[in-house]
């Protein structure tokens, strides 16, 4: 079992930056790969970001060049930092641990244990 816990959501003017962090506990995280997902109001939980317990990371097409995922193994945390932050990011940003493969020239990313989540709102 895995438990993640989310934080650095907020109110942010459009054009600005936040930081997500999700601490990790439980099983051995340090070898799993953790992403980030984001649900709109309204709308599906969609996918952000991901990084393997290696380093290797993949993005949507739509928050690429403005966010960067990261991982600190030691803390077992891994990071979210949004920049040029727009009205469309609001909404609910879920942590999550999995299992990514990369094949036939594309990664894939399994989702195993869901954070509860962290509210971030973009308008002026």
């Known amino acids: 079992q895995v438990q993640l816990v989310e934080s650095g959501g907020g109110l942010v003017q459009p054009g600005g930056s936040l930081r997500l962090s999700c601490a990790a506990s439980?099983?051995?995280?340090?070898?799993?790969?953790m992403g980030w997902y984001h649900q709109a109001p309204g709308k599906q939980r969609e996918f952000v970001a991901f990084i393997t317990s290696v380093g290797s990371t993949n993005y949507a097409d739509s928050v690429k060049g403005r966010f960067t995922i990261s991982r600190d193994n030691a803390k077992n945390t891994v990071y979210l930092q949004m920049n040029s932050l727009k009205p469309e990011d609001t909404g609910v940003y879920y942590c999550?641990?999995?299992?990514?493969?990369?094949?036939?020239?594309?990664?894939?990313?399994?989702?195993?244990?869901w954070g509860q989540g962290t509210q971030v709102i973009v308008s002026s």
């Open positions: 999550s641990t999995g299992r990514a493969t990369y094949r036939s020239g594309r990664w894939y990313y399994i989702v195993d244990y």
């Open positions: 439980g099983r051995a995280v340090s070898i799993t790969a």
